[in-house]
Structure formats: structure tokens, C-alpha cells
């Protein structure tokens, strides 16, 4: 590698970290910018470019934050305010991130609950996490209707991919009660109050040595992995 070469990646290398270090250093427990703030302010800079890819299936930013918005929409209309929590109990799909995403918008916290989980340790998850919504999938759904009715909270239930004549009085299709939900970014009043140092997911322990605990994750800790 010639002197030209090398100095051209230093050059970058530092650049890169001088970037990193201030956005680190702008991240304020105290400050009303949220992980969903941040997420958005990706979306205006690479709308067209592509944010996720899982399997065959992609999202560009702007699509995201589409489906982000209709799932935050949805979520007001469900009576959800600043500080609930909803369980989501999902397997890795494309949604996944829009799902919890399109919930802080409007200052509600996902529990990501691990969907290996069963029986006890499951119903402990979604007990502790206070929660009073639960989205599944079709995958996820029959763990969870096993311990339905030992949970100490009445849930609603929203299940991706369900046909909409598989309803049930207490298990809803999310698929389609997104469909016609307003693509509009919730107004930034909605969160307003909210700062950096509340949580924004709750991650729960394996569970290994006993039932699982949960890690709380503030918006500012989010935003150091986005």
C-alpha cells in the first residue's frame, strides 16, 4: 500500500470516528430526542435506500417508516398513551423493527419477549411487563394461548397474518386492522415530555438460572445502536 493510499484510510477511519464520537456525545439522558427521532431523521436522509432485508423480503426507509406510522396510528386508536407497554412476542420477521419503532413514535414501550419461551417463564414475561396488548403471529400464537388465561392481566390479542375470518372475540388480525390506518407521522406532541432516560424496550435474560428479568433500554442506549 502506497503513502497515498494509506493516508486516504486514515483519513476516512478518522473521519468516521470523529462522527461517531460526536453522535455519541449528543446522546443526553436528559434530552427530548427519542431512538424514534433519530430513526426518522435516517428516513428524510435515505428514504430510497434500503434499511431492512430479511430473507427474501426488503424495506426501504421510507416504506418503514410507513408501516412504522400505522402501527403508531393504530396504536392511539387502541387508547394507547405515553408509558404503556405492549408485549411482542414475534419470531425475526421484516415487522419486527417497525413494529416497536412505530410504537415509540408515540411513547410506548415494547417488551420483546423471546419467542423460544413457553409455559411459566412466558407467562412471567408478559405479567411483569404490564402489559394489556399482546402481538403475536401465527407462529407464537399457540404458546401463548396456553398461558392466556394465567396471565394477571385481561390482553388483547393481535396476531400478524391472520385471515380475517380467523378472528376470534379476543384474537384480532393486526394485518388487518393496519390496512386503511393513516400513514401520517404521529405529531411529536404526543411524546412530548418524554426524555432520553425512559425506557423504550424492555429485553428479557434467558431465563437459564431461574425466570427471566428484564433489562430495561432507554431511548438513549437505543440510540447508540442505531
Not at 121 to 128: Q, V
Request: glycine letters at 6%.
Amino acid at each position: 500500500m502506497n503513502l497515498i493510499d494509506r493516508a486516504r484510510r486514515e483519513f476516512i477511519f478518522i473521519k468516521r470516528l470523529l462522527r461517531l464520537l460526536r453522535h455519541i456525545r449528543e446522546v443526553d439522558s436528559n434530552s427530548p430526542v427519542l431512538v424514534c427521532d433519530d430513526v426518522e431523521a435516517s428516513v428524510d436522509r435515505h428514504s430510497a435506500r434500503i434499511a431492512l432485508l430479511f430473507e427474501d423480503k426488503s424495506l426501504t426507509y421510507a416504506e418503514m417508516d410507513v408501516l412504522a406510522n400505522r402501527v403508531a396510528n393504530w396504536g392511539l386508536s387502541r387508547g394507547l398513551k405515553p408509558g404503556d407497554t405492549v408485549a411482542v412476542f414475534l419470531p425475526n420477521r421484516l415487522e419486527y423493527i417497525p413494529i416497536w419503532y412505530g410504537l415509540s413514535k408515540i411513547g410506548v414501550i415494547s417488551a420483546l419477549i423471546n419467542n423460544a419461551l413457553t409455559g411459566q417463564g412466558l407467562a412471567h414475561c408478559i405479567n411483569i411487563s404490564t402489559a394489556s396488548l399482546t402481538i403475536v403471529d401465527p407462529t407464537t400464537l399457540p404458546a401463548f394461548a396456553e398461558i392466556e388465561a394465567s396471565l394477571s392481566r385481561h390482553q388483547e390479542v393481535f396476531v400478524l397474518d391472520l385471515a380475517q375470518g380467523d378472528e376470534t372475540s379476543h384474537h384480532h388480525s393486526l394485518t388487518q386492522a393496519l390496512k386503511g390506518v393513516s400513514t401520517v407521522r404521529p405529531d411529536r406532541k404526543i411524546r412530548q415530555g418524554m426524555v432520553a432516560r425512559d425506557p423504550a424496550l424492555y429485553i428479557y435474560t434467558s431465563g437459564t438460572t431461574g425466570l427471566p428479568k428484564a433489562a430495561k433500554i432507554t431511548h438513549a442506549r437505543a440510540q447508540l445502536y442505531m
